[in-house]
C-alpha cells in the first residue's frame, strides 16, 4: 500500500493497534524558499497531517531541536546542499526540523518495532509540527529517566558526537582527547561521551562556558580568547574539531606524531565551500602523512540511538539545554544558534 492507497479494511482491534491513519490537519513550521532570515522564511501554518506509507510511523511530536543542519536547509546554503538532492531554487521539504521526541500516533502496516502509544525519539523530516512521519530504523524508544524536551536534544548532535568519538576518533581509554567547540551542541555531548570512554579531555570554548564544559566532566578547558591549545607540552592522541575553524596545520601541531583529527564541522559561511575546503584538504593530507586526518557526515540509525539511551539512563550523559522555544518562535531559535555560542542545544516544544 503507498501513502495515497485508501485503508484495508481492517477489525476494530487491528485499528487500535495501528492507529487511526486518516488525514487531519496539524500546525507546522512551513518553509517555501531559501533565505538567510528565518522571521521571513520560516511561519507557522496549519498544514495537512503526513500520511505514511507501511514502512513509516506517524510520531506526535512533544518536541524537537535545532541543529546546524536544520539552518543549511532553510538557507540552501553552502550551495552544493541544493545539487544534493534538496532543491535547487527552493526546498523540496517544506517542513523543516530533524530531530524528534514523541508518540507513536500510528504505524505502517509492515512496522513491528513500535506499537501505538510507544515513547520515542529520533530523527525524521519535518520535526517542528504537531506531527511528523518517520521511518523505525531512525527511531528508539525514549530513555526513561528523560523528560520529551531532553530526549528532543540528544538525536542528530548526540549521534554526530558518538561517531566522533567512538568511530573515527577511535577514543581508548586513558587516551589524551581534545574537543574544540565543546560547549555547543555537539561538543557538550562529545564531552560527556569521551568522559564515558574513560578518555582525558579537554574542552575548548569561551570563558563564559568553562564551568559548563567542566561541569559536563572535561578535565580541563582551554578558554580560546586567551589561549592557544597547540602552544605547549600536550600533545593530544584526537582531537575533536567541532567549531572555531583552525587551520590544518594550527590543529596538526597539538596533535601526537599518529594522533588522529575529526573533523566535524565548522562554520565558515562561505556560500560555496561552507568550511568543506578544509575537511578536503585534511582527507587529500591524510595518506601522506603519518597522522589520520579526516572527517564525516554522522549517520542517523536505531542502533546509535540505543547506545545514547544506555549511556543516558546509566547518568553518563544528560543533554545540556540553553534555551526551550514554542513552535511559533522556532525562527528564533534559529536565529540564536546562527551566532554560534549557544550552551548546548536549543529545543522546540510543540
Ligand atoms: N559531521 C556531521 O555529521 C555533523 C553533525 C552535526 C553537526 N555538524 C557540524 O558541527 C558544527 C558544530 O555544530 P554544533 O551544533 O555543535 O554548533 P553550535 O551549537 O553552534 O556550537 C558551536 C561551538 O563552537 C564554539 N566556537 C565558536 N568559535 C570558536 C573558536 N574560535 N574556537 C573554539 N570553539 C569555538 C562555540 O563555543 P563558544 O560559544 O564558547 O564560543 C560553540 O561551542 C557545525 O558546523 C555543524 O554543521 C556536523
Do not use: C
Given at each position: 500500500m503507498t501513502s495515497?492507497?485508501?485503508?484495508?479494511?481492517?477489525?476494530?482491534?487491528?485499528?487500535?493497534?495501528?492507529?487511526?491513519?486518516?488525514?487531519?490537519?496539524?500546525?507546522?513550521?512551513?518553509?517555501?524558499?531559501?533565505?538567510?532570515?528565518?522571521?521571513?522564511?520560516?511561519?507557522?501554518?496549519?498544514?495537512?497531517?503526513?500520511?505514511?506509507?507501511?514502512?513509516?510511523?506517524?510520531?506526535r511530536v512533544t518536541a524537537a531541536s535545532v541543529d546546524r543542519g536544520t539552518w543549511h536547509l532553510m538557507t540552501g546554503l553552502p550551495y552544493p546542499i541544493r545539487?544534493?538532492?534538496?532543491?535547487?531554487?527552493?526546498?523540496?521539504?517544506l517542513n523543516p526540523g530533524r530531530s524528534v521526541a514523541g508518540t507513536i500516533e500510528s504505524i505502517g502496516d509492515d512496522v513491528t518495532e513500535f506499537r501505538v502509544g510507544d515513547e520515542v525519539f529520533g530523527t525524521c523530516a519535518g520535526s517542528?509540527?504537531?506531527?511528523?512521519r518517520a521511518e523505525p530504523g531512525r527511531l528508539a524508544i525514549k530513555p526513561a529517566n528523560l523528560s520529551f524536551e531532553h530526549a528532543a536534544a540528544v538525536p542528530v548532535s548526540a549521534q554526530a558526537a558518538l561517531?566522533?568519538?567512538?568511530?573515527?576518533?577511535?577514543?581508548?581509554?586513558?587516551?589524551?582527547?581534545?574537543?574544540?567547540?565543546?560547549?555547543?551542541g555537539v561538543g557538550t555531548f562529545a564531552v560527556q561521551i569521551a568522559k564515558a570512554f574513560e578518555a582525558e579531555v579537554t574542552g575548548v570554548c569561551s570563558a563564559g562556558k568553562a564551568d559548563m564544559v567542566r561541569a559536563l566532566g572535561a578535565d580541563h578547558v582551554v578558554d580560546y580568547t586567551h589561549e592557544d591549545f597547540a602552544e605547549g607540552n600536550h600533545p593530544y592522541d584526537v582531537i575533536l574539531d567541532?567549531?572555531?575553524n583552525r587551520r590544518l596545520s594550527h590543529l596538526r601541531r597539538a596533535l601526537t606524531p599518529r594522533g588522529r583529527l575529526v573533523i566535524v564541522g565548522g562554520e565558515t559561511?562561505?556560500?560555496?565551500?561552507?568550511?568543506?575546503?578544509?575537511?578536503?584538504?585534511?582527507?587529500?593530507?591524510?595518506?601522506?602523512?603519518?597522522q589520520k586526518l579526516g572527517t564525516f557526515v554522522a549517520r542517523e540509525n536505531a542502533e546509535d540511538l540505543t547506545v545514547l539511551r544506555d549511556l543516558i539512563e546509566a547518568g553518563k550523559v544528560a543533554p545540556a539545554i540553553d534555551r526551550t522555544y514554542p513552535l511559533g518562535e522556532a525562527p528564533a531559535a534559529i536565529r540564536y544558534m546562527e551566532q554560534g555560542h549557544a550552551r548546548g542545544k536549543l529545543v522546540i516544544t510543540v
Open positions: 495515497s492507497s485508501p485503508m484495508a479494511p481492517r477489525d476494530a482491534a487491528s485499528i487500535a493497534a495501528r492507529g487511526t491513519r486518516g488525514v487531519s490537519s496539524m500546525k507546522a513550521i512551513v518553509q517555501d524558499e531559501y533565505g538567510t532570515d528565518a522571521g521571513r522564511v520560516l511561519r507557522v501554518e496549519e498544514v495537512g497531517r503526513p500520511t505514511i506509507r507501511d514502512g513509516d510511523v506517524l510520531v545539487f544534493a538532492g534538496f532543491g535547487l531554487r527552493a526546498p523540496k521539504a517542528f509540527a504537531e506531527y511528523a561517531q566522533a568519538v567512538r568511530d573515527h576518533g577511535q577514543v581508548q581509554a586513558g587516551q589524551n582527547l581534545l574537543v574544540v567547540g565543546a560547549s555547543g567541532i567549531g572555531g559561511g562561505g556560500r560555496w565551500l561552507g568550511g568543506v575546503d578544509r575537511q578536503l584538504r585534511a582527507q587529500l593530507l591524510s595518506p601522506l602523512v603519518t
